[in-house]
Structures are given as structure tokens and as C-alpha cells.
């Protein structure tokens, strides 16, 4: 526990002070990162490259080389952008994130109605946490729902740098829960969604055509806006040049819960593919986010099957 906490306070003690370096002198580092993790250690680059090649058939080589070179230089810049989070003013990121459309949202905000956003893995996804500082009422709670790292000094690192602006991170396994609690608390939440995100193999219970390929997509994020009767925002990411980025709301539902089943997940991975055509370079690639087929989801169905089988044969025979 004591190694813990002081390799934490090393790790943030030395994020911290790079995070001093102005932007432009991260982003020198970012084109040496670049660099070495491309051409020298080739970081993943076997996946990024049939992901958009399997998402983009109608590119030419060349062109998907030249998406591919660009995401990774944008996932280097993703890495320093982080780290500035833990010293950047608010002055400074209000300036370089910024929101579009949030006037509606924050009129509903004041009435009380809690709301789900749908974001994805788009640069820099990370800069979102900034939201707290363009809403007016004093009574919202915000918050983001995350994975738990493996390696918790890793762990409480984010969660340090994420929760700088006011949000509070939920960790996804106890997210109907807590939005729940603040229901009953008449609390209004606003909470942020990343649901591009590949299901576990048990959880599978529905596919879209998403970039030219059947996708098993994570539908509990709908499930949870439809049983809080949350309102529904769907959002995009634009970068617009280098270290300025743009939300943009690009539609809000109000009544949703006696919308029809998977909809809502259905209209999230329509905004976000024109998302990703618009600037394929910007989503995260280095996922294996195709690894689930339905194959393998029918032979994963027929294996439980025959062990439920074999389980009351069993019971049977004793």
C-alpha cells in the first residue's frame, strides 16, 4: 500500500511538471513520440491497419497509409494533451475545448431532467471532462463513465487528471446504481457515455452494420437512458487544428423511454460513423473492435447450451 501510494505521487509528481511545458514544446515531443512508436517499435500498427482497411474498402492503399500515419501522430498528441490536463488553466482549456448546442441541454439541466451524453473514442475524448464549465446550473451533477484500470497507480492517475473540472467518474459497473441514487436524491445528472466500445461475449444481444462490417455493440448504455427516462444527447468530436477541439451536439431526444428497443443505440452508431468518415483519423484504431463475430457468438450460445444440458442430466442421475 505505502510502494503504491509513493510510485502514485512519483508518477504524478513527474506528470505534473511535464504538463508545465507550453503545448507547442509538447507537441515537439509528440513529433519525436511519433516517430519512434511508428517507424522503430510499430506499435499495433497490424490492427490499425486492417481496421481501416476492412472499414474503408473503397481506399486505395496509399490512402489508407496516409489515414493510418496520421492517427498515430494524433495518438501521440492525445498522450501530451493528457498530461496537460493536470496543470492546464480553466481559462486555457475553455478556450481549446469548446461546445456546440448545449443551450438546450442546459435549460433542461435547470429543469431537473438528467442526461445521458453518447461520445466515442474520438480525439481527444479526454478533454470532454471539461464540460462542467459550460453548463449555469449550480445543481447538476456531472460525471463519466469509466473502465477501471488493471494497475491501480495507472488508475488513480486518470482519475485524478479526469476529475479536475468537477466531474466525478463512475465506474461502469455501478453506473445504474449511482444515477439511480441521484434520482432519488432530485439530483440532475449529466453524464458522459463511450459506448463504441467492443461487448464481452455473454452480453452480446445486438449487431449494426457499422463501416462495412457486422458490429456487436454495447447496448447498456440505452437500457439505463430508458429506464431513468434520461434525455438523450448524441454528440461529435472536431478537431479543428491542432490542441483546439469542438463538441458539437448533434441531436437531442427528450422522451425516451417508451422509445422502441435499440433505436437509441442504432442512432448513435449512425452519428458516429459520419463522425469517423468526416475525419477517419481520429477515432481509435488500435482496438480489436471486430474481434466479436456472430460465429462465434452462435458456437459461444450452443457451448452453454449443451453444458446446461449435461448439468440437468446430471441432477437427474443423482
Given at each position: 500500500?505505502?510502494?503504491?501510494?509513493?510510485?502514485?505521487?512519483?508518477?504524478?509528481?513527474?506528470?505534473?511538471l511535464l504538463s508545465l511545458v507550453p503545448l507547442k514544446g509538447l507537441y515537439v515531443l509528440s513529433d519525436c513520440l511519433?516517430?519512434?512508436?511508428?517507424?522503430?517499435?510499430?506499435?499495433?500498427?497490424?490492427?490499425?491497419?486492417?481496421?481501416?482497411?476492412?472499414?474503408?474498402?473503397?481506399?486505395?492503399?496509399?490512402?489508407?497509409?496516409?489515414?493510418e500515419?496520421?492517427?498515430?501522430?494524433?495518438?501521440?498528441?492525445?498522450?501530451?494533451?493528457?498530461?496537460?490536463?493536470?496543470?492546464?488553466?480553466?481559462k486555457e482549456i475553455r478556450k481549446r475545448m469548446t461546445f456546440e448546442g448545449l443551450e438546450r441541454v442546459d435549460k433542461l439541466a435547470g429543469e431537473g431532467r438528467s442526461a445521458a451524453f453518447y461520445l466515442s473514442h474520438t480525439f481527444n475524448w479526454e478533454w470532454i471532462t471539461s464540460f462542467p464549465m459550460h453548463i449555469h446550473s449550480?445543481?447538476?451533477?456531472?460525471?463519466?463513465?469509466?473502465?477501471?484500470?488493471?494497475?491501480?497507480?495507472?488508475?488513480?492517475?486518470?482519475?485524478?487528471?479526469?476529475?479536475?473540472?468537477?466531474?466525478v467518474s463512475i465506474p461502469m459497473p455501478d453506473t445504474a446504481r449511482v444515477m439511480m441514487n441521484y434520482r432519488r436524491e432530485g439530483k440532475p445528472a449529466i453524464i458522459g457515455f463511450i459506448?463504441?466500445?467492443?461487448?464481452?461475449?455473454?452480453?452480446?444481444?445486438?449487431w449494426?452494420?457499422?463501416?462495412?462490417?457486422?458490429?456487436?455493440?454495447?447496448?447498456?448504455?440505452?437500457?439505463?437512458?430508458?429506464?431513468?427516462?434520461?434525455?438523450?444527447?448524441?454528440?461529435?468530436?472536431?478537431?479543428?487544428?491542432?490542441?483546439?477541439?469542438?463538441c458539437k451536439v448533434e441531436r437531442i431526444i427528450e422522451e425516451t423511454k417508451d422509445i422502441p428497443d435499440y433505436e437509441l443505440t442504432d442512432t448513435y452508431y449512425?452519428?458516429?460513423?459520419?463522425?469517423?468518415?468526416?475525419?477517419?483519423?481520429?477515432?481509435?484504431?488500435?482496438?480489436k473492435r471486430w474481434k466479436r463475430t456472430k460465429e462465434e457468438l452462435e458456437?459461444?450460445?450452443?457451448?452453454?447450451?449443451?453444458?446446461?444440458r449435461k448439468r440437468l442430466e446430471q441432477i437427474e442421475e443423482d
Open positions: 500500500m505505502i510502494f503504491q501510494s509513493m510510485l502514485y505521487y512519483l508518477l504524478y509528481g513527474s506528470c505534473y511519433y516517430g519512434f512508436i511508428y517507424f522503430v517499435v510499430r506499435y499495433r500498427r497490424r490492427i490499425v491497419r486492417r481496421n481501416l482497411t476492412n472499414s474503408f474498402p473503397e481506399k486505395s492503399t496509399m490512402e489508407i497509409v496516409a489515414i500515419k496520421k492517427f498515430f501522430a494524433l495518438l501521440c498528441d492525445y498522450f501530451f494533451e493528457s498530461v496537460k490536463l493536470a496543470s492546464i488553466s480553466r449550480k445543481e447538476v451533477v456531472f460525471g463519466q463513465i469509466y473502465h477501471k484500470l488493471a494497475n491501480k497507480t495507472f488508475d488513480r492517475l486518470f482519475l485524478k487528471l479526469r476529475e479536475r473540472f468537477g466531474a459506448a463504441d466500445q467492443a461487448p464481452k461475449l455473454h452480453t452480446i444481444d445486438h449494426v452494420p457499422f463501416l462495412h462490417q457486422d458490429t456487436a455493440v454495447i447496448t447498456g448504455t440505452e437500457r439505463i437512458i430508458k429506464k431513468l427516462d434520461c434525455v438523450a444527447v448524441f454528440c461529435s468530436m472536431v478537431r479543428k487544428k491542432r490542441g483546439y477541439y469542438t449512425t452519428y458516429l460513423e459520419e463522425t469517423i468518415r468526416n475525419n477517419p483519423s481520429s477515432w481509435l484504431w488500435t482496438h458456437q459461444y450460445k450452443q457451448e452453454q447450451e449443451t453444458a446446461k
